[in-house]
């Protein structure tokens, strides 16, 4: 079976692997082992592979972060498990193994893997080899594989012009590496080849059929390429023109030794699919994303532990006014000595035996200063960080049902991983102050610091002025620069196919195979990590426009809210919270929801933001990202990069500034090139809002360029369809809506 070499491989036959330099962020993603590239010219298909030096480079990142990354795989590798095997059935089973890398199995039941077994790696070169081996020329159509670099090498001076190995032509050879590939969803892929793998009963094996012709035997064959449609190639026979099938076909051996005696009746299943190297569906790399804690946030950090629901359920009450109370005495006996505080409970029961004794005596001042000194005690116990005792949250059951049922939403849309992680970014840069004229970690960009502003101070404040005007035009209550957005992006395998852990597949779903990346030297499997702290924009919107604006929607679930309740927006918001599914495999149109209208919103806002940012600061769409936060209402637009922050973003605002703002409201910012067609469906497509796959947090769902100007409801709206709902830009700027 043809293969690129790897560099475990006989160093007396194999050449040594290459390694090739890119950006961290390509090497991470677009160059991670296992995709298919060329380089500058076009000329070579490679495959990359991982780096085998010696010595590892290692990722510069602390221990919280590495536990946060963990924490992050293991929601990913139980939620792909899980999606892909709930299509077993009696009928058709699936095994573990079609799932996931047999890596994370243990006798087929999910066995995560643990730091010990990882290796945290800075992305800085990957190895790669020439892929596929296969060669077909361009004049006689020959066709030519080798199984490794090695043979290639020795048959070079064959495939030139001046030889030619067809019997009968003896033409001049062009000779060309074949530049398409069979795929499958298993995550494997095969060059190109005359013969098919089928499972031998006789053997208990997988073996490779019709490497030669069934009529004379030969093993030379050509390749019929002149169709279009590159399914409907084939293979002849050199010597006796037989054709062998109609078009060329290809199983998957890996599925189709997992079916074994069955491979005859699920054909369908094991069939790999021929493509370009170049075609996206040849490689999906699956990477994660998370706002980085800072060293004094590590106690907000620790809410995210498995275990610590009560202390998540306390900070989801204090951040949103929900109303709280302390343990009694009991509960607070049991909390200090369960976390290992004896001490502090002895001190308090000292304090009370104390006062006990003194009230007895008569010397009822004496024991009040001990009453006292027992408060001072729960107050110290209460303001710790993290506090030894916490308040009991007096949160509304749903919520209460919503943290019990947390492993539904996944991390990257889990409300309350989003509130913690806005708080931690509100914590390290939003609620930062800087001496005056120094440069401030986050600059309001209607509130200057001196690196920002002009010069002259009329100006500076005719600017921030107008900015305020823009910002109540745009709904916004915060805008402002962030100079160091400190995110740590990783990638931990791929699939192909498709990026998601189903797919339909001739009328059928068939589960989409997770595969990590192949070992490295020292055994351990590599996780590729980036961090980057470059410049971001911060946008939050007013609560009581887009409040307003959900009232005139007509959402069906709207929370009761008024600006003088205790309780904050945000806490009625994340009350109707829904799980969309890791894959928004959960996401079917419905009832106009108010979460789903939120999320929309932000979205939008956010991809519209993008598109402006582009527009006006140089800098390439690809090239930036989004985090949204929806219960604050909120989101971050940031430079994705992690060559040098030469302040884009903060040129941007110097040199547009007000243009900036007044772009995004103009109508021409709200059309699609595609016009009424995308309008009437949807109103998202890649001519207007949506965005590459690498920059959209969301893979372009819940989107609606109708949310923020007005317009037919969005796709998932089933309350208003075919009807109009306002846009947020309307309610802000008190338009009518009709």
């Known amino acids: 079976m043809p293969r690129p070499f790897l560099a475990d491989d006989d160093e007396r036959k194999q050449p040594a692997t290459p390694v090739m330099s890119r950006s961290r962020n390509q090497l991470a993603t677009a160059y991670a082992p296992g995709s298919f590239f060329t380089f500058e010219g076009g000329l070579g298909a490679c495959i990359a592979l991982p780096d085998q030096a010696d010595v590892v480079d290692e990722a510069s990142i602390d221990e919280p972060t590495k536990e946060q990354i963990l924490l992050r795989l293991r929601e990913v590798w139980q939620s792909w498990f899980s999606r892909a095997h709930a299509i077993s059935t009696g009928e058709r089973p699936i095994l573990p193994r079609q799932c996931v890398d047999e890596m994370l199995l243990k006798d087929d039941n999910l066995d995560l893997l643990g730091a010990s077994k990882l290796a945290f790696v800075n992305p800085s070169k990957m190895g790669y080899a020439p892929a596929p081996l296969t060669f077909v020329c361009n004049t006689c159509k020959l066709f030519r594989a080798y199984d490794s670099v090695a043979k290639l090498a020795e048959d070079f001076d064959h495939l030139s012009c001046k030889y030619c190995p067809h019997p009968k032509t003896k033409s001049k050879c062009q000779w060309r590496q074949l530049d398409v ?89 094991r069939r790999m699919e021929p493509i370009s190297y170049r075609a996206s569906s040849a490689f999906y790399a699956q990477s994660e994303q998370f706002v980085v804690f800072s060293q004094k946030d590590q106690g907000l950090l620790a809410l995210l532990a498995e275990s610590r629901e009560a202390e998540l359920a306390n900070f989801i009450a204090s951040r949103y006014g929900f109303g709280g109370s302390l343990p009694t005495e009991t509960e607070m006996k049991d909390i200090l000595l369960r976390s290992g505080h004896a001490s502090e409970w002895e001190s308090y029961e000292t304090h009370a035996k104390m006062r006990s004794l003194l009230e007895g005596m008569g010397d009822h001042a004496t024991a009040q200063k001990m009453a006292y000194e027992q408060q001072k005690l729960i107050k110290r116990w209460q303001e710790g960080d993290p506090p030894l005792i916490p308040i009991k949250s007096e949160l509304p059951q ?69 900015t305020h005007r823009l910002m109540g035009m745009l709904g916004m209550s915060e805008l402002g620069l962030i100079r160091e957005f400190d995110l740590c992006k990783f990638t931990h395998g791929y699939t192909r196919v498709n990026a998601t852990p189903l797919m339909e597949k001739r009328g059928q779903n068939v589960p989409v195979r997770l595969k990590l990346f192949e070992s490295l030297r020292n055994g351990k499997r590599p996780i590729y990590v980036v961090t980057q702290s470059n410049e971001a924009i911060y946008v939050q919107l007013k609560p009581t426009l887009v409040y307003e604006w959900l009232q005139k929607v007509g959402v069906t679930d709207i929370p009761a809210w008024s600006p003088s309740d205790k309780i904050a927006l945000g806490g009625a918001l994340i009350q109707t919270a829904e799980p969309f599914g890791r894959y928004f495999s959960a996401l079917h149109p419905g009832e106009a929801s108010t979460y789903r209208y939120i999320y929309t919103l932000l979205h939008s806002y956010a991809h519209l933001f ?48 007000n243009r900036f703002l007044s772009l995004l409201l103009e109508p021409a910012s709200h059309r699609c090139n595609s016009g009424s067609l995308c309008d009437f469906h949807g109103g998202a497509c890649p001519d207007c809002i949506m965005l590459p796959e690498t920059t959209c947090i969301a893979q372009n769902q819940l989107l609606s360029r109708a949310v923020l100007r007005g317009g037919l409801a969005p796709r998932e709206d089933l309350t208003h369809k075919a009807q109009r709902i306002p846009g947020f830009f309307e309610v802000a700027n008190g338009c009518s809506a009709n």
Not at 207 to 229: M, Q, T
Not at 632 to 642: E, H, I, K, P, S
Not at 651 to 657: D, G, K, M, V
Request: charged share 25%.
């Open 610 to 657: 993008i598109k402006t940012v582009a527009e006006l600061s140089g800098l390439d769409v690809g090239s930036l990202g989004e985090y949204l936060f929806p219960a604050d209402l909120a989101f971050v637009v940031y430079r994705n990069g992690t060559t040098m922050d030469l302040g884009n973003l903060s040129s941007l605002w110097r040199n547009e500034n």
């Open 398 to 466: 749903v919520l209460h049902e919503m943290m019990a049922c947390r492993f539904e939403f996944s991390s990257r849309y889990d409300p309350f991983v989003l509130s913690v992680e806005h708080e931690a970014l509100k914590s390290s840069k939003l609620s930062w102050t800087a001496a005056h004229g120094e440069r401030a970690p986050f600059v309001r960009f209607h509130h200057l610091d001196n690196d920002l502003a002009p010069k002259d101070e009329h100006e500076k404040l005719a600017q921030e002025q107008e």
């Open 181 to 269: 590939i069979f795929v499958h969803w298993s995550g494997e892929w095969q060059p190109a080849m005359p013969g098919m793998w089928e499972w031998s009963d006789k053997e208990n094996k997988v073996w490779l059929a019709g490497e030669a012709c069934s009529h004379c035997g030969k093993k030379n064959f050509l390749l019929n390429a002149e169709s279009p449609r590159i399914g409907e190639w084939s293979f002849q026979c050199v010597e006796c023109g037989h054709q062998e099938r109609a078009s060329w076909l290809q199983n998957d051996p890996f599925t189709t030794e997992v079916f074994r005696d069955t491979a005859g009746k699920r054909v369908g299943e």
